[in-house]
């Protein structure tokens, strides 16, 4: 397998106004296209800026196809149980016209639980609710009637059904994912069973990968995402990144690892919760160590947990595409201006 392309992800989550994280999202998006990223993907919450700034990336993503030419424009993802999913696919087949093609479509059963009954709809029920949702999008996207009825979509969806890519954390949904040849989304927050709180990420992810790639139909190409918190600084910014990074890797090793979460260093919670961050020769030896990358077609970097600013951001991208990628074999991109 050639090497993993490597992509941008944001939860938009700057500590400033809406307007600001949306421009600030789409300075990065457009910076990632300048340093050869082939993907940039943007998170979808509701009812909140805690855990996200964007409940609409449709919109968002139609900005960044006007400021940008090549890189690929992804959800990661739609919460489909709690979306119409005929407007999900006239959103991404607009997208995807303005975009001259480059709409990547993540979708989901889950999200923020507290984000289900606003919309009428029961949490518990998601995964027969997504059920539901797929076949409608499928039939629109594939120009079928909708709901059995004559009505079809405009704009048609083309071979957007065939750049569908599923998240979750279970080898059981990779496995329905694998089956209609969707693409594999793997997130930096695997749950981890009471018997495996201190297993690496690798662990628990590549079961997850190998239940993906045996249920894949012949033929059909393996796509699969890895999410990464990856921020990448110049060695005078090693400190002030690891700052930076204390608060919110305490938070995320107590709600998803249940540390202690006070009494650990900040190199302990660099490595229970996943997090790649210090200079270059640094985050290649950790990102090195997760095995699961090896077996990724696609890399995508985010600085969440890490209350990073929006300057290091930017070059944290710079230094992904310069020093970090082609010392572990990723693609990057160069175009001739």
């Not at 990464?228 to 998803?256: N, S, Y």
């Amino acid at each position: 397998m050639t090497g993993a392309r490597l992509g941008l992800f944001t939860r938009l989550l700057e500590p400033v106004s809406a307007a600001e994280r949306y421009r600030f999202a789409l300075e990065q998006i457009s910076a990632a296209e300048t340093h050869g990223f082939a993907s940039a993907w943007v998170a979808q919450h509701h009812f909140g800026e805690h855990e996200g700034g964007l409940p609409s990336p449709f919109v968002l993503l139609a900005a960044a196809a006007r400021d940008t030419s090549r890189i690929a424009l992804g959800t990661a993802v739609v919460t489909l149980p709690i979306d119409d999913p005929v407007r999900v696919a006239e959103d991404a087949a607009v997208l995807d016209a303005i975009s001259d093609g480059r709409v990547q479509l993540g979708i989901a059963s889950g999200g923020t639980p507290s984000s289900f009954a606003p919309f009428g709809h029961d949490f518990e029920q998601r995964r027969a609710i997504f059920e539901e949702h797929f076949t409608v999008l499928l039939e629109a996207l594939g120009g079928a009637g909708i709901r059995g009825t004559s009505a079809r979509m405009y704009p048609t969806g083309g071979d957007l059904g065939q750049r569908i890519w599923q998240g979750t954390f279970s080898a059981e949904g990779a496995a329905r994912a694998g089956a209609r040849g969707d693409g594999l989304m793997l997130s930096r927050t695997q749950p981890r069973p009471e018997a495996q709180r201190d297993a690496p990420l690798h662990a628990l992810q590549l079961p997850i990968v190998e239940a993906h790639r045996a249920a894949l139909p012949e033929g059909r190409p393996e796509r699969v995402l890895a999410s990464r918190t990856i921020l990448v600084v110049d060695a005078d910014q090693r400190d002030h990144a690891l700052q930076l990074a204390d608060a919110g890797l305490r938070r995320l090793a107590a709600q998803m690892h249940g540390a202690d979460a006070d009494s650990l260093s900040i190199e302990d919670l660099v490595r229970i919760t996943d997090t790649h961050v210090g200079t270059p020769d640094e985050v290649v030896a950790s990102l090195r160590a997760d095995e699961t990358l090896a077996h990724a077609t696609d890399i995508t970097a985010q600085v969440h947990s890490i209350a990073a600013t929006h300057e290091l951001t930017l070059r944290s991208i710079e230094l992904l595409a310069t020093e970090v990628a082609p010392r572990l074999g990723w693609q990057v991109e160069t175009h001739e201006e």
